[in-house]
């Protein structure tokens, strides 16, 4: 593949010898990287040992982040479906039917041509490895919206088989999944995060040599609820004194960790990662953030934002990103302005030099290219929505300002209501709508214009709900049992995972290596402005509202 010739400057963006930032994000403009894009499920800004927090241990992601650009404004929605759904369409959810996470709800309209699509009609292949939750149903299916290569659960959730997960699922949750691989149902082997990226990782192999670029979306169920993790994974946190429930949380995002150091591993070894932009993320803010630490309730890192999943404050939407693109992308270098999810359709668009339909919905968010090229690059100010939906059927209008907000560069309008000033109040503890009407009238007229835009397209409301045997992964699982019976299946060849704190590879591993709760990857270097800042606010007092940490979350 032709690669991107551009020269790094210290002050922070790219530079070719002889353009301005302008050019400079014009020759980023069809340069067709591989993407690489890693999403993670209900982990939090605070749920990383470089973002702050002193007891989970993320040594591998850790690393990434020193070498990323990161967006420290980037902004999801509240809840699963609705961000993937952002993601897949560049629209905010409500505009393409997504207003729930269950009851068909949470089906992207047919009429969206998706990010895959568009990618593919610029010569991408493209491969889904993990949660999709944008509809079961044939027409819905990632394998009719743009991806060749699918390995996905059903629903929103392994063993969510109300929703539509297969029911063989419910038993042994995370472990030996049944899942779906393009047309055939199949029986899988192994812990879901390590089968999702050893899937995501050999068929990155098979690409590899072809003169085509490749999209793979490696898309996880974890840290999602029920809270499951390998014992290697969790035997370090019991033995500290955490409930079950923290420390296999915890444990699923060290696992989550290591094969991240695989994945960028192999990228390597490959001679991959000149040619690939790679990005971390997750889908929304934390969950089970309070938990027992030898018998007494504690409340977790949350990065001291108020909220979480399911949310309309900060700690429901804003999330870490970090975009490593080796040689081309500078290292260390933070992009401080509002980023929106809606914002990566365009950007990815313009990266392959896609041409898109001049029939298509149109696009909610813009380019980041500006940005990557020069973090100084004009970027005016704009009011981003948010709404976590979810009401019950037939009480819309009641739920119009129930759990929703306006963002800008400065203000958070939440619920119609409270104002916050998230420039100077990061941490949403001050209310200052009564000091500032004036941008408070204008939040909410702009809200009501956005919310008057979105009625005509939640096509899903009304619809019926589906119980589990009735669902399209039951339906089809009984059949394909029928017909042929459900094959074991396994990727062509296994890469070894090692364990990053230990040096053991997982299955001959033990407990990890005893580390004191404070120490983590960062306390060995100097820290970078955003952690200084997350160390900071960890002395002060938790303003997070959180949710139980024992609790299961079946729905999202």
Same mark, same amino acid.
């Given at each position: 593949m032709k690669k991107l010739c551009l020269i790094l400057v210290a002050a922070g963006f790219l530079l070719?010898?002889? +353009?301005?930032?302008? @050019?400079?994000?014009?020759? *980023?403009?069809?340069?067709?990287?591989?993407?690489?894009?890693?999403?993670?499920?209900?982990? &939090?800004?605070?749920?990383?040992? +470089?973002?702050?927090n002193e007891v989970?241990?993320?040594?591998?992601?850790?690393?990434?982040?020193?070498?990323?650009?990161?967006?420290?404004?980037?902004?999801?929605?509240?809840? +699963? #479906?609705?961000?993937?759904? @952002?993601?897949?369409? &560049?629209?905010?959810?409500?505009?393409?039917? !997504?207003?729930?996470?269950?009851?068909?709800?949470?089906?992207? @309209?047919?009429?969206? !041509?998706?990010?895959?699509? #568009?990618?593919?009609?610029?010569?991408?292949?493209? &491969?889904l490895f993990g949660k999709w939750h944008l509809g079961d149903d *044939? %027409?819905?299916? %990632?394998?009719?919206?743009?991806?060749?290569?699918?390995?996905?659960?059903?629903?929103?959730?392994?063993?969510?088989?109300?929703?539509? $997960?297969?029911? @063989?699922?419910?038993?042994?949750?995370?472990?030996?999944?049944?899942?779906?691989?393009?047309?055939?149902?199949?029986?899988? /082997?192994?812990? +879901?995060t390590d089968v999702f990226f050893q899937a995501g990782l050999n068929w990155i192999k098979e690409q590899k040599d072809s003169d085509s670029p490749y999209f793979a979306y490696i898309s996880l169920n974890a840290p999602h609820a029920p809270l499951v993790a390998p014992k290697d994974y969790t035997e370090y946190f019991l033995n500290l004194g955490y409930d079950k429930g923290t420390a296999a949380r915890y444990g699923m995002i060290e696992n989550?960790?290591?094969?991240?150091?695989? *994945?960028? /591993?192999?990228?390597?070894?490959?001679?991959?990662?000149?040619?690939?932009?790679?990005?971390?993320?997750?889908?929304?803010?934390?969950?089970?953030?309070?938990?027992?630490?030898?018998?007494?309730?504690?409340?977790?890192?949350?990065?001291?934002?108020? =909220?979480?999943?399911?949310?309309?404050?900060?700690?429901?939407?804003?999330?870490? #990103?970090?975009?490593?693109?080796?040689? !081309?992308?500078?290292?260390?270098?933070?992009? $401080?302005?509002?980023?929106?999810?809606?914002?990566?359709?365009?950007?990815?668009?313009?990266?392959? =030099?896609?041409? *898109?339909p001049e029939t298509m919905q149109p696009l909610d968010g813009r380019s980041i290219l500006p940005l990557l090229a020069n973090k100084e690059a004009d970027w005016p100010d704009r009011e981003r929505f948010v709404h976590c939906g979810r009401w019950a059927k037939g009480k819309r209008d009641e739920g119009k300002y129930q759990k929703?907000?306006?963002?800008?560069?400065?203000?958070?309008?939440?619920n119609h209501e409270e104002l916050y000033d998230i420039t100077n109040d990061p941490s949403e503890t001050t209310d200052v709508a009564s000091a500032k009407p004036d941008v408070v009238a204008r939040l909410r007229q702009a809200f009501d214009q956005w919310w008057d835009s979105a009625l005509p397209m939640m096509v899903n409301e009304g619809l019926p709900s589906v119980k589990g045997p009735n669902q399209p992964f039951a339906i089809r699982y009984e059949k394909q049992l029928q017909e042929k019976g459900i094959p074991d299946w396994a990727p062509a060849e296994s890469f070894l995972l090692t364990r990053a704190l230990s040096g053991n590879t997982v299955s001959d591993s033990t407990a990890p290596q005893t580390k004191a709760a404070g120490d983590s990857a960062a306390d060995t270097e100097p820290l970078t402005r955003i952690q200084k800042r997350a160390r900071r606010k960890n002395k002060g007092k938790e303003q997070s509202s959180e949710t139980s940490g024992l609790e299961e979350v079946p729905q999202q």
């Open positions: 070719p010898a002889f +353009c301005d930032a302008s @050019a400079q994000a014009q020759s *980023l403009k069809g340069s067709r990287p591989n993407i690489v894009f890693v999403m993670t499920d209900d982990q &939090g800004m605070g749920d990383l040992s +470089c973002m702050g989970v241990r993320t040594p591998n992601i850790d690393q990434l982040y020193q070498q990323s650009t990161r967006l420290t404004d980037y902004h999801v929605s509240p809840t +699963c #479906a609705p961000t993937r759904a @952002a993601l897949m369409s &560049g629209r905010l959810p409500f505009m393409v039917g !997504v207003t729930h996470t269950i009851q068909q709800r949470e089906r992207m @309209a047919l009429d969206v !041509v998706t990010m895959p699509q #568009a990618l593919k009609s610029a010569g991408y292949a493209t &491969g *044939l %027409p819905y299916l %990632p394998q009719s919206r743009g991806f060749d290569e699918v390995l996905m659960h059903g629903a929103g959730g392994i063993g969510q088989v109300n929703f539509g $997960d297969f029911a @063989a699922n419910k038993n042994n949750v995370y472990f030996d999944n049944v899942l779906l691989h393009n047309d055939t149902i199949v029986q899988t /082997k192994g812990f +879901c989550i960790d290591d094969n991240v150091g695989l *994945l960028l /591993k192999k990228l390597q070894e490959w001679g991959q990662l000149s040619d690939t932009f790679v990005i971390f993320t997750t889908d929304n803010g934390a969950t089970h953030l309070s938990g027992t630490l030898n018998g007494e309730r504690i409340k977790h890192f949350n990065y001291n934002m108020k =909220g979480a999943k399911n949310s309309p404050n900060e700690g429901g939407t804003h999330v870490p #990103a970090f975009l490593y693109w080796k040689g !081309v992308l500078s290292e260390g270098v933070d992009i $401080d302005q509002l980023i929106h999810h809606v914002d990566l359709f365009p950007t990815f668009v313009e990266l392959a =030099g896609a041409e *898109l929703t907000a306006v963002r800008t560069e400065r203000w958070r309008l939440v």
